[in-house]
């Protein structure tokens, strides 16, 4: 798990996670594993899975974006962390953060 771990954190550095419509097969296989492996990975080391892993980091990206680049459009934000349909972003915002995009921005 140790080198299955290395290569993650590689993957979540260089932000694949962002890439729009990715699956856990192309994860995976970008990673240097199988789906199999990697689901075992996210059960026992993430406590989640995939998805929902990989939407909470993308909102939770799309929050830092919000307060280092203030000017910059919501909708641009949400397709920079990988949500090619607007109203998705505003609805996963709203569930992990409990406020929509426009409101969490403002209260910043």
Same mark, same amino acid.
């Given at each position: 798990?140790?080198?299955?771990?290395?290569?993650?954190? *590689?993957?979540?550095? =260089?932000?694949?996670?962002?890439?729009?419509?990715?699956?856990?097969?192309?994860?995976?296989?970008?990673?240097? +594993? *199988?789906?199999?492996?990697?689901?075992?990975?996210? =059960?026992?080391?993430?406590?989640? *899975?995939?998805?929902?892993? =990989?939407? =909470?980091?993308?909102?939770?990206?799309?929050?830092?974006?919000?307060?280092?680049?203030?000017? +910059?459009?919501?909708?641009?934000?949400?397709?920079?962390?990988?949500?090619?349909?607007?109203?998705?972003?505003?609805?996963?915002?709203? #569930?992990?953060?409990?406020?929509?995009? +426009? *409101?969490? #921005?403002?209260?910043?």
């Amino acid at each position: 798990m140790e080198s299955l771990d290395t290569a993650f954190q *590689d993957w979540v550095e =260089r932000k694949c996670y962002r890439i729009p419509h990715r699956n856990i097969e192309e994860a995976a296989e970008s990673i240097g +594993t *199988d789906k199999a492996t990697l689901n075992i990975y996210f =059960r026992e080391i993430k406590q989640c *899975d995939f998805r929902s892993w =990989r939407t =909470r980091r993308r909102i939770m990206d799309a929050m830092e974006i919000m307060k280092e680049e203030p000017l +910059t459009p919501i909708s641009v934000i949400g397709e920079r962390v990988g949500f090619s349909d607007r109203s998705n972003f505003s609805r996963q915002f709203r #569930k992990i953060s409990g406020l929509t995009p +426009t *409101d969490w #921005k403002l209260s910043l």
